[in-house]
C-alpha cells in the first residue's frame, strides 16, 4: 500500500467504518508515516463531522434471525447464534442453533417488513447490547446458515420451494433439531492469512478440540460435496505456500 491509498481511506477512518483490522494498520501507518500524519490531521481540521455519517462499532453476542415470509403472510423462521467469525467482520465459520426467533424482538422485526410489503428470505443480523437487541442489517439471502437450517430442520428451505413454487400444502414441518455449522476451510484460510477470526462468545479452553468436535457439521465436508472441501482445502494451503 502506497501513502496514497492510505490516504484514500481517511474518509471511511473519520466515519468509522473501515474494519477494525483496517483501522489498526492505518493507525500503525500514520503512527510511523510524517506525511500521513500531518494529512490526516489537516483532514481532520478541515472536515465537518455534520457532514459524516457515524455508526458505532459493537460488541455483543452476534446472531442472525433466519424467516422465510410467505407471500400468504405466513412466516416460518429459525435462528442461530454466531460463535466464531472470519477477521474484518467477513464469514462466519461457526455457528449454533439458537432460541432467539421465539423471542418478542423477532415479531417487531417480522412486522416491519410485512407493512413494507416484503416477502421472501430474511436473513437479519442483530447485536445483543445487556437487555435489548440492537439491529445490524438484513440479507435477503443465506449461505451457511441455509445448511444450517436444513440439518436442523427449520423448514426455511423448504418453505422458499413450496412458495415458490405455488403450492403451500407442501410447506414445513418444521422440527427444531440443534445441528450447528462449521466452514473449516473459511477458518483455516482466515488464520493462513495471518487474521485472527473474533469469537462472539469466550472462546472455549481448547478450540482446536471444540472444532473438531464440529467437523461432522462441516458445510462442505459432506458426502455430496467433499470434492469441493477437498479442493478448498487444497488451495488454502497452496496460498500458504507461495506467502
Ligand atoms: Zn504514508
Known amino acids: 500500500m502506497t501513502c496514497a491509498d492510505w490516504q484514500d481511506k481517511f474518509t471511511e477512518y473519520l466515519e468509522n ?10 493507525d500503525a501507518h500514520v503512527a510511523a508515516c510524517p506525511d500521513c500524519a500531518a ?22 453476542e452476534s446472531y442472525y434471525l433466519l424467516h422465510y415470509l410467505w407471500q400468504d403472510g405466513r412466516v416460518t423462521s429459525f435462528s442461530q447464534q454466531n460463535l466464531l467469525q472470519q477477521a474484518g467482520g467477513k464469514s462466519i465459520v ?19 417488513l410485512r407493512q413494507l410489503g416484503f416477502w421472501g428470505l430474511a436473513m437479519i443480523e442483530v447485536i445483543r447490547r445487556g437487555d435489548e ?9 443465506f449461505w451457511g446458515p441455509l445448511q444450517l437450517t436444513v440439518d ?3 423448514g426455511i428451505l423448504e418453505a422458499f420451494v413450496a412458495d415458490q413454487l405455488g403450492r403451500p400444502e407442501f410447506g414445513s414441518q418444521a422440527r427444531a433439531g440443534d445441528a450447528p455449522y462449521l466452514w473449516l476451510n473459511g477458518l483455516l484460510a482466515n488464520r493462513r492469512a495471518g487474521k485472527q477470526p473474533r469469537w462472539h462468545v469466550p472462546p472455549p479452553a481448547h478450540p482446536k478440540r471444540f472444532l473438531l468436535r464440529h467437523l461432522t457439521h462441516d458445510i462442505y465436508l459432506r458426502r455430496d460435496t467433499l470434492g469441493l472441501f477437498a479442493h478448498e482445502l487444497v488451495s488454502v494451503l497452496r496460498t500458504t505456500g507461495q506467502s
Open 94 to 112: 461457526l455457528a449454533r442453533p439458537a432460541q432467539l426467533h421465539r423471542q418478542p424482538v423477532a415479531e417487531s422485526y417480522v412486522r416491519v
Open 39 to 60: 494529512d490526516l490531521a489537516a483532514f481532520l481540521r478541515s472536515e465537518q463531522t455534520a457532514d459524516f455519517y457515524f455508526e458505532e462499532y459493537l460488541t455483543g
Open 17 to 26: 467504518t473501515l474494519p477494525a483490522d483496517a483501522r489498526q494498520q492505518l
Open 133 to 141: 437487541f440492537v439491529f445490524i442489517e438484513l440479507n435477503p439471502r
Open 152 to 154: 436442523a430442520g427449520a
